[in-house]
């Protein structure tokens, strides 16, 4: 059971319990024994499973609620706060300071995606003004020289490491006082794996962890390693310092639930989750939003921070001056630039409420992305004074034929771009004033923008068919709780 899915169960369990007509005892039960089975069934820890399930039986008595208490929301707001409590160990990892030398080792099983994650967390940094450098630490796989270098030489990160070296130790040390001279402040030591647990790869992870000294040490958890994770992660953090947990293959159909339990077994906090091979499919894991998000229930100042970390502040107030004057094939262009930058579209729509990445089905999320490319290739095609007008009449029969043979695309698709420009148009016209929000800040948004809006903007066409229409979107909102609250979320109205 892939966590989307998890999410899902979750949500249909707690759900069925607020269609019942009264909630009594055995309606409570039987919620919360859905929720257990959906757990289990995703491999997370039976212990961790049965302490929540105590847990939430002592928040909430039913015996005890005073006539006029919202049993539902009392409920849910139970569920929501155990599972960030099996997510949070209480305490916050080591955070690099820029332009102050970081050590950072890197941990984990063979076969985890490690090498790889070492690449898109100095990938991360590298973007918010860091000067990492990579330290291939990995003298028991072939070609895991080959493959950092490979990675770094992509991502235009300074690299270390040694095709006639087999002592990592050595390797580390050197790689580590080489980038410290060159004032590299984040330096990041990637070690040996192996396919399982042995005390060779122990002993040597400790002996690089002495000679470098890392101010964190990162444990890697493959999402598909099941009900081994707990034991896996513990047996780590018995041998060295582990301070912090990063989860891969987060997009794949592993159960994933297992490698949550990691964070138990090390009481070190996840602070990345890797969703896919890209070097930008690398996401930042905060509990409450990660919860939210699983349930369905939204993440709208992740939404605002995704957008303020990959479109520049001066970009947004040039697309809110361009829209003020008439929405553009150029402004639609550029707006599809912006989308393709923050990552895979399942992502980016599960932050909004009543949405999961379940929605966007097998194969779609590809099939979307090459779209809007083809969309971007076909504009490519068209002149300045077409991109630049907001009168769609411009475009008659014999210009979308020049564009359709300089693209290289039949005629239907150019209709299609058309189509799909007053779409956005219709939505945007709306929206005179809209304002970008500040970071974490979601007063501007919900003044602007109701969900109905926010989606018809933002939804591609087959993903919003999928779910109903608006119809289906609203019969969501209702899901997730009263659509006057939902609504309330986006400044309410029609």
């Known amino acids: 059971m892939v966590l989307a899915q998890l999410g899902g169960s979750i949500t249909r369990a707690l759900q069925q319990m607020t269609n019942a007509t009264v909630i009594d005892e055995k309606v409570f039960n039987d919620c919360l024994n859905e929720i257990n089975r959906a757990l289990l069934q995703s491999d997370v820890q039976f212990k961790l499973v049965q302490d929540m399930h105590t847990n939430i039986k002592k928040i909430v008595n039913l015996q005890d609620l005073a006539a006029g208490h919202d049993k539902r929301k009392i409920i849910q707001q139970a569920v929501f706060n155990e599972l960030c409590k099996m997510l949070d160990p209480g305490k916050s990892s080591f955070v690099p300071k820029k332009g102050k030398t970081s050590v950072v080792m890197f941990v984990g099983l063979q076969g985890s995606g490690k090498t790889t994650t070492c690449t898109k967390y100095a990938h991360y940094y590298q973007k918010k003004g860091w000067k990492p450098a990579l330290v291939c630490a990995d003298t028991f796989r072939a ?23 087999s002592d990592p130790v050595k390797i580390a040390v050197e790689g580590v006082e080489r980038f410290k001279e060159e004032n590299r402040d984040l330096i990041i030591v990637d070690t040996s794996g192996r396919h399982k647990q042995e005390a060779a790869l122990f002993e040597e992870m400790r002996q690089v962890s002495e000679a470098t000294k890392p101010d964190l040490v990162i444990f890697v958890m493959d999402s598909s390693i099941g009900q081994a994770a707990f034991d896996q992660a513990q047996a780590f953090k018995q041998s060295v310092a582990v301070g912090a947990v990063i989860i891969t293959k987060m997009d794949g159909h592993a159960k994933g639930g297992g490698s949550l339990s990691a964070v138990a077994a090390t009481k070190s906090p996840v602070i990345f989750i890797g969703t896919g091979e890209h070097m930008d499919e690398f996401e930042v894991f905060e509990v409450k939003p990660f919860v939210s998000r699983l349930l369905g229930m939204g993440d709208l100042s992740g939404f605002v921070d995704k957008i303020h970390d990959n479109v520049p502040m001066d970009k947004q107030l040039e697309f809110l001056q361009k829209l003020s004057e008439g929405f553009t094939l150029r402004i639609m262009y550029q707006q599809f630039q912006n989308m393709l930058s923050m990552g895979p579209m399942s992502q980016v729509f599960s932050m909004l409420p009543g949405f999961s990445s379940e929605l966007m089905p097998k194969g779609q999320e590809k099939e979307n992305h090459a779209k809007v490319k ?57 929206k005179k004033g ?17 969900a109905q809006s926010m989606a018809k903007a933002l939804l591609p066409p087959s993903m919003l068919k999928q779910i109903g229409g608006m119809g289906g979107l609203q019969d969501l909102m209702k899901q997730m709780g009263s659509s006057k609250d939902m609504m309330g979320m986006f400044g309410g109205g029609k």
Not at 434 to 450: E, F, R, T
Request: net charge positive; aromatic share 6%; with cysteine.
């Open 143 to 165: 070609g895991a020289f080959d493959q950092l270098k490979q990675n770094a030489t992509k991502a235009k990160i300074p690299f270390y490491g040694s095709y006639m070296e």
């Open 374 to 430: 083809r969309y971007m290739t076909i504009m490519d095609s068209m002149t300045n004074e077409e991109l630049d007008s907001s009168n769609p009449k411009l475009m008659n029969e014999s210009r979308m034929m020049r564009i359709a043979r300089g693209s290289g695309c039949p005629v239907r698709e150019v209709l299609d771009v058309m189509e799909e420009y007053k779409r956005l148009a219709k939505s945007l016209s709306k």
């Open 434 to 450: 809209l304002k970008i929000p500040k970071k974490g800040d979601m007063s501007a948004l919900s003044q602007n923008m109701s």
